[in-house]
């Protein structure tokens, strides 16, 4: 039996509790907090064998510090390094670097601290604990400093939280001193346990106590490595940056957080992320909660050293001031070329952009004055309240390198260009750059003051040569913070350990996979997805029944019977959220050996499925709906196109061809009644990339997708499906059932491309409803022109909200409802193979028909919404990753054919925005946005949506909406692809 | 932004206890001598004092019952004990739940039918709340019926339980239960019978069931302490009634109470 005891508190502690304090909520009451601690003397010290900590019990983690600690030159008796939350937070890619070896002492104090200031930097270090043997040579451990007697320390009176920590950390370094000494008395020398902090007052204050410390700096240079572990360290701190303090400001201070605080809770600033133009780096957009239409922020001033995706504070401009958005086009490749990395206040540098700063202004009030429409509320960023720093890829622009640095190995200060084309560069100090020009490199950002031009930040590491497939790959994958590590071991060992000899067990009466499981495996099922799909995870059927009526069944893969709740597998896919699917490789959610195997429902094999089973009548009205855990065995796997063959061949009269029809009769009915509810049928551009064989990944050119008839017969059983199911849960779990949604969008949203199609076409758009919405769609046609149509519903798409996953009771019920889909409730229940919502939906619903018990974890409406906020931003970072690689793949791929006829490729496009100098354009045909500026002089008339450019035989009128021909020419290494309009 | 993090990676929990580690506990007797029976009783820093009147003649005539007593139990949070500074009511929902387990924990336990027509008050004040509220109450309700000299079936020692993905933790504190599916577990550690089991969430049968167990084993080693301290007690009065003379320490037996 276990043993269970009381546990003592400290006598010093026993009248007072360890911490009472009052916090004020975001409602104004004030609470009162109290929290005890105890305290303890079995908290290990993470060496290996350690004599003193001999048995400790069961801690979570087994001892990884090596005895000696790890070799340095200045402590012959080998160290430990045990950094202070700065060192770690500033210098986290030190320490994940590969060559990195010391061995690593984690305080909680610092664990605690970092987690504060930035979870994903924390992730990033627990990481690091987890794969110590793998990354850190030399080991990390986590120190529970403050739950050991002998380190814990109390807050003393008049002391802040920092010094208080600060304290503890060197209360802990003393004791692992002494500790470590102990445990080596008889034997050989102890190693060093050196404090790592770049805080000059901290390293005096160790000094007193004789506690070993030094700066980051210092003890990378005396580490055998130096340069190269020397390139990975962030810029220097302003405490040691002399210089700094004679700069001249560019850049406005921040107000403190207490003023930022007041004017938003008093409602006279506004909170919300920035968001930057992406046609221009010196704008951009805050959505703020409490204004209908976003806030612009115009020039470097006012931005203020935003970020894309930092939380700001922003201060209004009086109404008279309020600005349009930009209608130019600004490449900080060109404006900025001139400016030189290494003058750092930058006040020469950057002529241009001063002077396209002036202008921007002059023509920003004549824009909001001329069109109203485009005005908006315009306002300066005051203060930041977090920022969403990441590792950024980007490439070392040459135009920075000076001419004798292209070969020197001597530091030196160059511009690294984000691939992201509405990121500031960085300044960063290198020692490689010459080996580091034409490489995709990772770079973090460290700091922006407000003496500098430009943020400081430090190298990551390199990918790889641009344009190469692999750097390439990886950069996007790092870009949109896809996880794509392989899978570990723990992960892996939460398999069938049959692996892929793996099967359905035989039927029998005490048979735990077949307990309350349908045979189904007699029922003609079959599956139809796109060529070549490895991860089948739907199967349809459908008969006609005696009465008349048909019978209609999804069947959907068991993934849930394969993936446990809460075990290694349950939470990597949980993280993962998604698989993302690049245009020649899948990022998996699941292992493999589940995904495109024991869970995907192949021809001839018997699977475990999960099935959802109508009565339909020929109308298709549901009569009712069951749902079931199966056994199915899939009587064919069919291509959209082999499925549409099969249907079009009336002399097919097979049981299979029957059942497509069948299908096929009632997905038509089922779709009609759908849009007469008011479904929108939404376009995205749907390009596939035609590679030259199943083996090699060389595109060798772009098609449109096809659309058939029997795309949609799946599609509107899965939708059938997914709104059945989102009905049983939410009826079964009305607190937690997980549940999709998409809210309409605000009216604001559509003024503008109202006013485009009004003014430029005479089209007019009616959003009083989705179905209002999707009838004035369905005449905005131009005849001849197919692409105009499809063109106008993915601008109307870019009007929409995203859809999100959400917890039912954390919404309103009025709120639950799908607007493109003109569905009161909806979820995802059809693919739990690659999206992690689906098997959340599976767990719920076989709870709701009482063939498992609910999960603990599902219960809990907090845990939900956490998983939930996780797997909607996944999906959207894996719609970026995939629609990047698909850009990449269109650009290869026209440059293949280009090279083959000698000529750049040319394309039709249509002009979707008009810019002071130039337009922007869509390649219907590719799938593709990109950006047409003209160096000579246009006559732009923002209220036309229209410029004027002289050409040889007279002036042409480019308007929005307007067709062209453009010559499509591929920038290395960078994002947008640019064309030139040919007429 | 940190979020609370019940347990740690060293197997930790927010106070610094591991999983089955029961705070800190303290009771103390006769804390009210004006009452018929009291004590008070601390686990961590959750404090509540019980003071027990009666047997005593039933003031509301219509609801005394003429083959056993009544059982009233009134509650009082202090405006200060909890997070959440405001006035508990005695309409409040949540008093009032309490209330009622307290009362159905007792009234089976407490042999009512010695007491015909009379009534046992039972007043519980709230002086400081960090979670385990009803454990606390029991507890306390318990000792200050033992110091009435009111006889019980048994003594009934409680302790909450809570679940964090797999792990079970006892004894939990107020961030813990705000964040856990948790439950409250009322033993009579003599006969193993369980006579409360307040649940705040719906939870798997079979983590229920080890939740549960553990809460039990929890709850005999907590009667063990409460053992001790009406021994104490025992011992005192024994003492005052001899005059101060030194007893025969082994003549009380464990189990007379
Ligand atoms: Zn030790």
């Known amino acids: 039996m276990v043993e269970i005891t009381i546990r003592k508190r400290q006598r010093e502690e026993e009248i007072q509790p360890q911490k009472k304090f009052f916090r004020k909520t975001r409602k104004g009451r004030v609470i009162k907090v109290l929290r005890e601690r105890y305290l303890r003397d079995d908290i290990g010290c993470g060496v290996r064998l350690c004599p003193i900590c001999a048995s400790p019990p069961f801690t979570g983690q087994s001892p990884s510090l090596p005895v000696q600690g790890t070799p340095h030159p200045s402590f012959p008796a080998g160290h430990h390094l045990l950094p202070d939350t700065n060192a770690l937070l500033h210098q986290i890619d030190l320490f994940e670097h590969p060559s990195f070896q010391s061995s690593l002492i984690l305080l909680q104090t610092v664990m605690d601290e970092v987690r504060h200031r930035s979870l994903p930097l924390y992730n990033r270090v627990r990481n690091l604990v987890r794969n110590a043997d793998e990354w850190v040579k030399g080991g990390a451990w986590v120190f529970w400093n403050e739950f050991r007697e002998e380190t814990a320390v109390g807050r003393k009176e008049g002391e802040s939280a920092n010094d208080m920590n600060d304290r503890a950390i060197r209360t802990a370094a003393a ?71 004679e700069r001249r400001a560019i850049y406005d201070e921040y107000l403190p957080a207490g003023t930022l605080d007041a004017g938003v809770a008093g409602g006279k600033l506004y909170e919300g992320r920035f968001n930057p133009n992406q046609y221009n780096y010196l704008e951009g957009f805050i959505n703020s909660a409490a204004l209908v239409r976003p806030i612009l922020v115009i020039g470097r001033r006012d931005l203020n050293r935003a970020v894309a995706g930092d939380l700001v504070v922003v201060e209004l401009y009086p109404e008279s001031e309020w600005k349009a958005p930009g209608d130019e086009v600004v490449d900080q490749d060109l404006t900025l070329a001139a400016d030189d990395a290494d003058d750092s206040d930058g006040e020469e540098g950057g002529e241009a952009e001063h002077r396209l700063a002036a202008q921007e202004e002059r023509d920003a009030r004549d824009v909001g004055k001329r069109n109203p429409l485009e005005k908006h509320p315009t306002g300066r960023v005051v203060g930041i309240r977090k920022r969403n720093w990441r590792a950024y890829i980007c490439h070392l622009d040459p135009s920075t390198l000076s001419s004798s640095a292209t070969t ?16 500031p560069r960085i300044r960063l100090r290198t020692r490689q750059a010459p080996q580091l020009v034409h490489q995709k490199i990772v770079v973090s950002i460290d700091k922006w003051d407000v003496d500098s031009r430009y943020p400081e930040g430090h190298f990551v590491r390199a990918l790889g040569q641009v344009g190469s497939k692999e750097a390439e790959q990886e950069s996007l994958l790092l870009e949109w913070e896809v996880p794509y590590r392989a899978f570990g071991r723990a992960i892996l060992d939460c398999l069938p350990k049959e692996g892929d000899a793996w099967v359905v067990p035989p039927k029998t009466e005490d048979s735990i996979v077949w307990r309350d499981r349908e045979d189904l ?107 079931t855990k199966s056994v199915i065995a899939s009587k064919a796997a069919f291509t959209y196109k082999e499925a549409q063959t099969r249907k079009d061949n009336l002399a097919l009269t097979d049981p299979v061809s029957e059942s497509i029809r069948l299908l096929n009769a009632l997905a038509k009915k089922l779709r009609a009644a759908r849009m007469a509810a008011g479904a929108l049928n939404l376009a995205s551009p749907e390009v596939r990339i035609q590679m030259e064989s199943p083996e ?103 009007c929409m909200r995203p859809a999100e996953y959400f917890c039912a009771g954390s919404v309103s019920r009025e709120t639950f409802g799908h607007y493109g889909l003109a569905s009161p409730i909806y979820t995802h229940f059809t693919s739990p193979i690659r999206r992690f919502a689906d098997v959340l939906v599976h767990r719920q619903l076989a709870a709701a028909i009482n063939y498992t ?23 959207r970072m894996a719609q970026n990753a995939s629609r ?58 923002p209220e036309l949506y229209s410029v004027k450019v002289p050409s040889a035989t007279g002036e042409v009128t480019l308007s929005v909406f307007d067709e062209v021909d453009v010559e499509i020419s591929i920038e290395k290494d960078v994002n947008t692809q640019r064309g030139r309009v040919i007429e | 932004m940190s979020r609370f993090e019940p347990l740690n990676a060293g197997n930790l929990r927010s106070d610094g206890r591991r999983p089955l580690e029961l705070r800190s506990f303290s009771a103390e007797l006769t804390t009210h001598p004006s009452a018929d029976g009291s004590a008070s009783v601390s686990h961590g820093l959750t404090q509540v004092t019980a003071c027990v009147y009666g047997p005593r003649e039933a ?121 856990l599916p948790s439950v409250t577990v009322a033993v009579l550690p003599r006969s193993g019978k369980v006579t409360l089991v307040s649940m705040e969430t719906r939870l798997h049968v079979d983590r229920f069931e080890e939740m549960f167990k553990l809460a039990m084993e929890g709850g005999k080693v907590l009667r063990g302490e409460m053992d001790k301290v009406v021994r104490e007690r025992t011992k005192v009065l024994a003492r005052q009634m001899e005059g101060g003379a030194a007893q025969d320490e082994d003549r009380m037996e464990t189990d007379d109470l």
């Open chain 1, 175 to 245: 004791w692992y001193a002494s500790h470590i000494g102990l445990a080596h008395a008889a034997s050989s020398p102890a190693p060093t346990v050196l404090l790592l902090t770049d805080d000059t007052a901290s390293r005096q204050l160790a000094s007193a106590l004789s506690i070993p410390a030094l700066s980051v700096r210092a003890y990378v240079a005396g580490l055998p490595n130096a340069n190269e572990l020397g390139d990975v360290l962030a810029a220097p701190g302003r405490v040691e940056d002399k210089e700094a303090t």
């Open chain 1, 408 to 423: 020197s190995q001597s530091q030196q200060v160059v511009f690294a260009t984000p691939v992201s084309p509405n990121l």
């Open chain 1, 521 to 627: 495996r007699e029922m003609i099922i079959c599956s139809i997805d796109p060529p070549g799909c490895q991860d089948i995870d739907d199967a349809l059927h459908a008969r006609r029944l005696p009465n008349g009526n048909i019978e209609a069944g999804v069947h959907i893969a068991d993934v849930s019977h394969f993936v446990l709740p809460d075990n290694a597998m349950d939470t990597e896919a949980a993280a993962r959220g998604t698989t993302v699917y690049l245009v020649d490789k899948r990022i998996d959610m699941l292992p493999s050996l589940l995904g495109t195997n024991l869970c995907s429902l192949r021809a001839h094999v018997e699977r475990l499925a999960f099935s959802v089973i109508w009565e339909l009548t020929p109308e298709a009205k549901i009569i009712n709906v069951r749902f």
């Open chain 1, 696 to 798: 090699s990944s060389d595109p060798v050119d772009v098609e449109q997708k096809e659309q058939l008839e029997t795309n949609s017969l799946v599609e509107e059983f899965m939708l059938l499906a997914n709104i059945s199911v989102a009905a049983k849960i939410q009826e079964t779990f009305p607190q937690t059932a997980v549940l999709r949604r998409h809210q309409p969008p605000p009216a604001s949203n559509f003024e503008l491309l109202e006013d485009v199609l009004l003014k430029r076409k005479g089209m007019k758009l009616d959003i009083s409803s989705s179905g209002a919405l999707a009838n004035s769609l369905d005449t905005c046609v131009i005849a001849d022109e197919p692409d105009f149509n499809i063109l106008v519903r993915i601008m109307a798409t870019r």
């Open chain 1, 853 to 875: 018990p609910l999960h603990a974890s599902l219960h809990s409406r907090q845990h939900m919404e956490r998983i939930l906020n996780g797997v909607n931003r996944r999906h």
């Open chain 1, 884 to 941: 990047a690689s698909l850009e990449f793949f269109v650009a290869v791929a026209l440059k293949g054919r280009a090279e083959r006829e000698g000529a750049p490729a040319r394309e039709k496009a249509f002009i979707i925005r008009a810019f002071r100098n130039g337009v922007a354009v869509f390649v219907s045909k590719l799938g593709l946005e990109g950006l047409v500026t003209f160096k000579r002089e246009i006559n732009f008339d």
């Open chain 2, 59 to 179: 003031k509301n005539r219509a609801q005394t019952m003429h083959d056993r007593a009544l059982v009233n139990i009134e509650v009082e949070v202090a405006p200060w004990a909890g997070e959440v500074r405001r006035q508990r009511t005695k309409g409040d929902r949540r008093t009032a739940e309490f209330a009622a387990s307290v009362k159905a924990t007792f009234e089976p336990v407490i042999q009512t039918t010695l007491y015909p027509r009379s009534e046992i008050d039972i007043h519980i004040h709230v002086l400081q709340l960090d979670g385990g509220l009803l454990q606390a109450g029991i507890n306390a309700t318990t000792l200050a019926l033992v110091d009435a000299g009111i006889p019980m079936l048994d003594y009934v020692s409680s302790l909450s339980a809570g679940l964090y993905h797999t792990t079970a933790m006892l004894d939990l504190t107020n961030l813990e239960e705000s964040d």
